[in-house]
């Protein structure tokens, strides 16, 4: 059992909120985390695709006012939208009756409908959380480099061998096209995305060609950005945008796009070893998104993530506003020397962040220089979920 960071959070939620909606692609351990939760509140879990369990819910309402007082877990929520608009009558009435808080906890592995619904029926009564991945934070330092290869999916993690993890991937991602993106609504052929899937996996972490990736499938821009759509509310790709503020320079205006989860990258890419990996184009781009994927599950809710790009070369991985007046600059190598290039120093001349890093695969902490330092991916995880914390 691998200890998720993001137990704690939902504990907390549901302490304040009368519903908690938990977040994330199928497989990533939702239900696992949901029962754990339970066990510290009489509870009833509810299945959405199950028969059995739908057609408890056929009168959703009387069937619910039953259980009042208990925390109901409702997984794959987003298989019965309509029962949104029956959760907000029946919070209302239990606060009436004094239970304010800890009602439902509601897990989604799509956030399409399940947003839509419960943004507009549960407003101010609901709060959300993602469950990610396993990160660099949550397992031991030996376990970093499988983590990597493998992905953060705890079945392909924990798998015996990397080949038995490499076929868990494959099933996954033929499931997720063959019968999970049905299911939701949009008719796409499963070997088109497929392509379209495997196409930003070979540009991982490069700036967003719509136009050229439209070219590549034979569709015009708008089905490529309704494909991006797709899969960015799927939780299975992030688009992470490019710093927006008024500098007096020419920014790079185009998102950049990341597959989150790395081992998925190395399926869709056929790369099955460590070894593969390391010879392979899309290293840097793999190492670069798994970073910032680890790093990115740590940030307290009110942080936003950037990348920065001027069109005279000035640019930086990642650039964290954790407040007003704290701007963190991540700059992010796949070398166990690394080195800062000229265009990081004249981010920092643009930006004026209050602190900079290196994320490297090595485990040493080092400056740089006066302002930078090296510092391993597991130890910065630390230091952003201290600031989350607030130590």
Same mark, same amino acid.
């Given at each position: $059992?691998?200890?998720?960071?993001?137990?704690?959070?939902?504990?907390?939620?549901?302490d304040?909120? !009368?519903?908690?909606?938990?977040?994330?692609?199928?497989?990533?351990?939702?239900?696992?985390?949901?029962?754990?939760?339970?066990?510290?509140?009489?509870?009833?879990?509810?299945?959405?695709?199950?028969?059995?369990?739908?057609?408890?819910?056929?009168?959703?309402?009387?069937?619910?006012?039953?259980?009042a +007082?208990?925390?109901?877990?409702?997984?794959?929520?987003q298989?019965? !939208?309509?029962?949104?608009?029956?959760?907000r +009558?029946?919070?209302?009435?239990?606060?009436?009756?004094?239970l304010?808080?800890? *009602?439902?906890?509601?897990?989604?592995?799509?956030?399409?409908?399940?947003?839509?619904?419960?943004?507009?029926?549960?407003?101010?009564?609901? %709060?959300?959380? =993602?469950?990610? +991945?396993?990160?660099?934070?949550?397992? =031991?330092? #030996?376990?970093?480099?499988?983590?990597?290869?493998? &992905?953060?999916?705890?079945?392909?993690?924990?798998?015996?061998?990397?080949?038995?993890?490499?076929?868990?991937?494959?099933?996954?991602?033929?499931?997720?096209?063959?019968?999970?993106? #049905?299911?939701?609504?949009?008719?796409?052929? /499963? =070997?088109?995305? *497929?392509?379209?899937?495997? $196409?930003?996996?070979?540009?991982?972490?490069?700036l967003?060609?719509?136009? *050229?990736?439209?070219?590549?499938?034979?569709?015009?821009?708008?089905?490529?950005?309704?494909?991006?759509?797709? $899969?960015?509310?799927?939780?299975?790709?992030?688009?992470?945008?490019?710093w927006?503020?008024?500098?007096?320079?020419?920014?790079?205006?185009?998102?950049?796009?990341?597959?989150?989860?790395?081992?998925?990258?190395? %399926?869709?890419?056929?790369?099955?070893?460590?070894?593969?990996?390391?010879?392979?184009?899309?290293?840097?781009?793999?190492?670069?998104?798994?970073?910032?994927?680890?790093?990115?599950?740590?940030?307290?809710?009110?942080?936003? /993530?950037?990348?920065?790009?001027?069109?005279?070369?000035? =640019?930086?991985?990642?650039?964290?506003?954790?407040?007003?007046?704290?701007?963190?600059?991540?700059?992010?190598?796949?070398?166990?020397?690394?080195?800062?290039?000229?265009?990081?120093?004249?981010?920092?001349?643009?930006?004026? #962040?209050?602190?900079?890093?290196?994320?490297? #695969? &090595?485990?040493?902490?080092?400056?740089?220089?006066?302002?930078?330092? /090296?510092?391993?991916?597991?130890?910065?995880?630390?230091?952003? /979920?201290?600031?989350?914390l +607030?130590?």
């Amino acid at each position: $059992m691998i200890q998720r960071d993001a137990l704690s959070r939902v504990r907390q939620l549901i302490d304040e909120y !009368p519903a908690v909606g938990l977040l994330g692609p199928r497989q990533v351990g939702k239900t696992t985390l949901a029962l754990e939760v339970a066990n510290q509140w009489e509870s009833l879990y509810l299945d959405l695709e199950s028969v059995i369990d739908r057609a408890k819910l056929a009168n959703a309402e009387t069937f619910l006012a039953e259980h009042a +007082g208990k925390l109901v877990i409702l997984d794959e929520a987003q298989r019965l !939208p309509e029962l949104f608009q029956s959760l907000r +009558g029946l919070i209302d009435a239990n606060r009436r009756k004094g239970l304010r808080t800890g *009602q439902f906890l509601i897990l989604g592995s799509a956030s399409i409908d399940l947003l839509q619904q419960s943004s507009e029926s549960l407003a101010g009564r609901i %709060a959300y959380t =993602e469950l990610t +991945g396993v990160t660099a934070r949550e397992v =031991e330092p #030996p376990a970093l480099k499988p983590l990597w290869l493998r &992905g953060g999916f705890p079945d392909s993690l924990l798998a015996r061998t990397d080949d038995q993890s490499h076929r868990w991937r494959l099933n996954f991602i033929r499931t997720y096209l063959e019968r999970d993106i #049905p299911q939701l609504g949009p008719r796409i052929a /499963a =070997e088109t995305l *497929q392509r379209f899937w495997t $196409m930003l996996a070979h540009h991982q972490g490069g700036l967003l060609n719509a136009a *050229q990736l439209a070219r590549n499938l034979g569709v015009d821009g708008k089905t490529v950005a309704n494909y991006l759509d797709l $899969m960015v509310d799927l939780l299975l790709v992030r688009r992470l945008p490019p710093w927006h503020a008024n500098v007096g320079k020419r920014l790079v205006k185009s998102p950049k796009v990341y597959v989150r989860d790395s081992g998925l990258v190395h %399926a869709l890419l056929g790369i099955r070893s460590r070894e593969e990996l390391l010879g392979h184009p899309v290293v840097g781009g793999s190492w670069e998104g798994f970073v910032v994927e680890s790093l990115l599950a740590q940030l307290p809710d009110s942080a936003a /993530a950037h990348f920065y790009r001027t069109a005279a070369g000035a =640019e930086v991985d990642l650039v964290l506003s954790l407040s007003a007046k704290e701007r963190w600059f991540i700059e992010i190598k796949h070398a166990e020397a690394p080195k800062l290039t000229r265009g990081f120093h004249e981010a920092c001349l643009d930006l004026n #962040p209050t602190r900079r890093f290196v994320v490297y #695969p &090595g485990q040493d902490r080092f400056p740089l220089t006066a302002e930078t330092e /090296a510092i391993s991916l597991p130890e910065l995880c630390q230091l952003l /979920a201290k600031l989350e914390l +607030g130590s």
